[in-house]
């Protein structure tokens, strides 16, 4: 399947493309930033390995420069979520060992093997396919996941207990056992100290595989849950988990005025007419809207105020409803000619967090993150 990117550019190379015209909106991404998140998680982890999960496009921040700069950084594990991730990871890291966190589907095992990719074994029935792939007669790693109570991939810890599973698995060369926490961002939760009993009996019963437990939040919680490795996503791009002490943010969101226009009290601003002006108004028409990832629900209207833009440490509130490519926003306090037809607005950035954001939307940074950038250019500053 084709997919239209964003052309990977130098931060040097933007000027010319946006005198272009070629840009509405800008995603920057600090790979700097990625870099020093990965390295502290692994401070905070060691003598634990720390990987790095890279899944849906490394969370939206763009796979092939940021997979380059966790491995400058040392990085030497990776996680995705599909095959097709994976052969896009092995392109660009050779000799990394890559997890591939949904299993695998019926058939698939050759194309696997022909990438080097550790499948990240869920079910018996993987367990069964994969114990009888046998390319040249050799045994390829790969991953059990073992369900510790989060119900989702995995097969139940209990499953090592049966004569079956157990014969299958010498057939497997395991490189890891593995397992998932349900609440690993509440540290308060019962459940993580229940899930992490589950998955140390179960690990005992497989000496000499190293073990993986938890994602970013689940580092926080403390070496007993650190295991042999651990599979950081959300903190290393900035968002969730991890305490501001200890995590930089790494993406910035700007957009630009297509338009200003004046209005007066009572007249209404976008679809459904639901915001209704109170006073003399002017409006800079922003061109990023839900196609882009700024999501509809960070709109505006009369019960409810919405999101806010920022030009330099001044809010500019939303107005009216969030469109496909476009947005409303009060500039009315700025001073007349602040801001012009092409300038650029803050959307995401030092003013506002991606979960702030979220929180506003009603969801998680990482829905913010995986929504951005399919449509703006993304811009790369720190590599
Ligand atoms: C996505 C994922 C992670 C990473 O989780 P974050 O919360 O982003 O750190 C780790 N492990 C598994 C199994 C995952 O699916």
Redesign the pocket.
């Known amino acids: 399947m084709m997919q239209r990117r964003a052309p990977f550019l130098r931060e040097q190379e933007l000027p010319t493309l946006l005198s272009a015209g070629a840009a509405t909106a800008v995603l920057t991404i600090d790979l700097g930033a990625i870099a020093r998140n990965w390295r502290r998680l692994r401070d905070l982890a060691a003598p634990a390995e720390c990987a790095a999960?890279v899944?849906a496009d490394a969370y939206g921040t763009g796979l092939a420069p940021v997979v380059s700069a966790l491995l400058g950084a040392g990085c030497r594990t990776f996680?995705v979520a599909t095959l097709g991730e994976g052969v896009s990871v092995r392109d660009l890291a050779q000799t990394a060992d890559i997890y591939v966190?949904n299993g695998f589907f019926p058939g698939c095992a050759p194309e696997f093997c022909a990438a080097n990719l550790r499948p990240v074994l869920g079910s018996t029935d993987e367990l069964v396919e994969w114990a009888s792939f046998r390319p040249a007669g050799l045994k390829p790693p790969a991953a059990l996941h073992l369900d510790t109570g989060i119900n989702r991939l995995g097969m139940s810890a209990s499953a090592l207990d049966k004569s079956d599973v157990r014969d299958l698995l010498r057939g497997v060369d395991l490189s890891l056992v593995m397992s998932?926490l349900a609440c690993a961002d509440e540290p308060g939760n019962p459940k993580n100290a229940a899930q992490r009993c589950v998955f140390n009996t179960a690990r005992g019963k497989l000496p000499n595989v190293h073990a993986s437990l938890v994602?970013?939040?689940g580092i926080l919680l403390g070496s007993a849950y650190h295991f042999d490795l651990v599979?950081?996503?959300?903190?290393l791009y900035g968002g969730?988990?991890c305490p501001e002490s200890s995590c930089e943010p790494v993406v910035r969101l700007d957009a630009r005025i297509v338009q200003i226009r004046d209005a007066k009290p009572g007249d209404t601003v976008g679809y459904g007419a639901k915001q209704t002006l109170s006073r003399p108004s002017r409006i800079a028409i922003v061109a990023i809207g839900y196609a882009d990832g700024y999501f509809r629900a960070l709109g505006s209207s009369d019960q409810k105020p919405g999101a806010s833009a920022y030009h330099g440490d001044k809010p500019l509130p939303l107005l009216g409803r969030v469109s496909m490519d476009l947005l409303a926003v009060d500039v009315t306090e700025l001073p007349e000619g602040s801001l012009k037809r092409g300038d650029f607005i803050e959307l995401i950035g030092p003013h506002v967090g991606i979960d702030d954001l979220a929180s506003l939307a009603g969801t998680l940074g990482?829905e913010v993150l995986t929504a951005l950038g399919q449509r703006s250019l993304r811009r790369y500053t720190g590599g």
């Not at 599979?231 to 903190?235: D, L, N, S």
């Open positions: 999960v899944k996680f966190l998932h994602n970013s939040a599979r950081p996503g959300i903190a969730g988990a990482y």
